[in-house]
C-alpha cells in the first residue's frame, strides 16, 4: 500500500499559520525577570482603562462588549503567572490577549474604537511581549523565529499562488504593501513582535 499526501500553498500556509500561533503563545519557559514582572503589572493596570463602554443596540456597541470576556481572562491569567510564574499561565494570557486584539480590530473596522495600534494600551502591549520574548530561553526564541520564517515563506508561496488564479487581491496587497517587510523586521530582530500584524494575515481574501 502506498501513502500519499496532497498539499496545497493554502494548506500549507494555514499549518505554518497555526505553527506560529503556538509557538508565540508559549515562547516563555520560566525565567521571570524583573522587567517582566513591571511590563506584566503595566498590562494589568492599562487593561483597567481600556475599552470602556456605553452599551447600546449597534453592530459596533455588541463588538465593544465581547471584549469583556476575554479581559477577564487575561486579567486572571496575568495575575496568576505573577503569583506562580507559571508558564501556562502566561501563555493562555497570550492566547486570549491575540482574542481581544481581533475582536478590537473588527471595532476599529465599524469605528468603535480609538485605533488599537496608536493607543496607549496597545504600546502596553508592546512593552510586555517584548520583556516575555527576552526572558525566554535561546531554544525557545530559536523556535519562534523558525516558526515565523516557516510562516513568511508559506505566506510568499500563498501569495504566489493567489496571483496566478487571480484571486485575494486584497491579501496580496496587504501582503506586498507593508505587512511582509513589518513582518521580516521582526524575523530579523528589527523590531519587537507583537500580536496586531499577524491578525491581519486571516482573512480578507486569504481564503484562511
Not at 59 to 66: E, G, P, R, T, V
Not at 74 to 102: C, F, N, W, Y
Not at 122 to 129: G, R, S, V
Request: charged share 25%; glycine share 10%; proline share 3%.
Amino acid at each position: 500500500r502506498c501513502w500519499f499526501m496532497v498539499s496545497s500553498p493554502l494548506g500549507e500556509y494555514g499549518e505554518a499559520l497555526d505553527l506560529f500561533n503556538d509557538a508565540y503563545d508559549w515562547v516563555w519557559d520560566g525565567s521571570w525577570t524583573n522587567e517582566l514582572e513591571e511590563a506584566v503589572l503595566n498590562l494589568l493596570v492599562a487593561l483597567d482603562d481600556a475599552f470602556a463602554t456605553d452599551g447600546g443596540a449597534s453592530i459596533s456597541d455588541m463588538l465593544k462588549s465581547s471584549l469583556s470576556s476575554p479581559k477577564q481572562r487575561i486579567q486572571k491569567h496575568l495575575s496568576k503567572a505573577i503569583e506562580s510564574q507559571d508558564p501556562l499561565s502566561l501563555g493562555r494570557a497570550v492566547g486570549s490577549l491575540r482574542a481581544m486584539t481581533l475582536v478590537q480590530s473588527l471595532c476599529d473596522t465599524f469605528g468603535a474604537g480609538q485605533g488599537l495600534e496608536s493607543s496607549p494600551f496597545y504600546q502596553t502591549i508592546i512593552a510586555f511581549e517584548t520583556e516575555r520574548f527576552k526572558a525566554s530561553s535561546s531554544g525557545k526564541q530559536d523556535e519562534l523565529r523558525g516558526a515565523l520564517r516557516r510562516m513568511v515563506l508559506a505566506a510568499d508561496a500563498h501569495v504566489a499562488d493567489l496571483y496566478s488564479c487571480g484571486r485575494g487581491q486584497d491579501f496580496i496587497r496587504r501582503w506586498s504593501g507593508g505587512l511582509r517587510s513589518e513582518i521580516w523586521d521582526m524575523l530579523e530582530g528589527c523590531a519587537p513582535m507583537h500580536p496586531l500584524p499577524f491578525q491581519k494575515m486571516r482573512g480578507g481574501g486569504s481564503g484562511y
